[in-house]
């Protein structure tokens, strides 16, 4: 019997690709020139070297990221061969690497805004901001890190559905209540995300947010090893292998 095509994840427009990379590359070059001047700052003894300099190194090290995620990619199967798992189950796991990288970004970030915040005269106003910003920031560098530490952050891909694992919780999807997926991104930023639709959240929580940022209600920020593509093109894959085998079943008229 000869299987279907794998469906690929919707491209996005080459034009639109491109201006992207332009700008990422234009972010990193001056985000590199101003390493190298708040290196000169540091130097001389100038109080706001080290929080200038790490500040654009963090800005560069996302860019470097964005122009090549490959450099925390683990898993170099293609879609292909991970779709002859079918039907499963099949787990991913996210990168070690890259948890351990997004939690050095954001502790730098926190505390960059941390030490604004006890060397700088702020108004009341941009206090309030930046406060909650240095707590959330910092907090969300000891998680990053916890869950590598864990290493439970994972998929799970099965006949009916997905899971999605992290370190307190777990969610399932079922492929019936799921849109096609597609890389995105948010506001037209470098930032990817796999979004969809899922039908048993429509019009609950955050999911009409979500509608309105990304287009779709639900969406995967973490690749579990994979590029933002291959992840969307196996997910695709998966859920039109098991519909196609729900549509035969459902043919037999004692399974109606």
Request: glycine share 8%; charged share 20%; proline share 5%.
């Amino acid at each position: 019997m000869t299987q279907p095509p794998i469906p690929r994840a919707p491209e996005r427009a080459p034009g639109k690709h491109r201006r992207t990379s332009l700008i990422t590359y234009a972010c990193l070059a001056i985000s590199l020139v101003f390493v190298f001047l708040g290196s000169q700052m540091i130097r001389d003894g100038a109080d706001a070297g080290i929080p200038v300099t790490l500040f654009f190194a963090l800005c560069a090290v996302i860019g470097i990221l964005q122009l090549w995620p490959g450099l925390l990619q683990r898993d170099s199967r293609s879609a292909a061969t991970l779709l002859a798992r079918y039907p499963g189950p099949l787990e991913l796991k996210a990168t070690k690497s890259k948890l351990v990288v997004f939690s050095l970004l954001s502790a730098v970030f926190g505390g960059v805004i941390l030490w604004m915040l006890l060397h700088e005269t702020l108004p009341p106003l941009k206090q309030l901001i930046l406060w909650p910003g240095a707590g959330f920031f910092l907090f969300s560098a000891v998680m990053l890190l916890v869950r590598a530490a864990k290493n439970d952050t994972a998929l799970r891909l099965g006949r009916d559905g997905f899971e999605t694992r992290q370190v307190w919780n777990s969610k399932t999807i079922r492929w019936q209540d799921t849109s096609e997926f597609t890389v995105t991104s948010i506001n037209r930023a470098a930032t990817k995300l796999i979004a969809f639709d899922n039908a048993a959240v429509d019009g609950q929580g955050t999911a009409g947010l979500n509608r309105h940022i990304i287009g779709r209600n639900s969406s995967l920020s973490e690749t579990y090893g994979l590029t933002h593509e291959a992840l969307a093109e196996l997910l695709n894959a998966w859920r039109a292998r098991a519909l196609a085998q729900d549509a035969i079943f459902t043919r037999w008229p004692e399974n109606r």
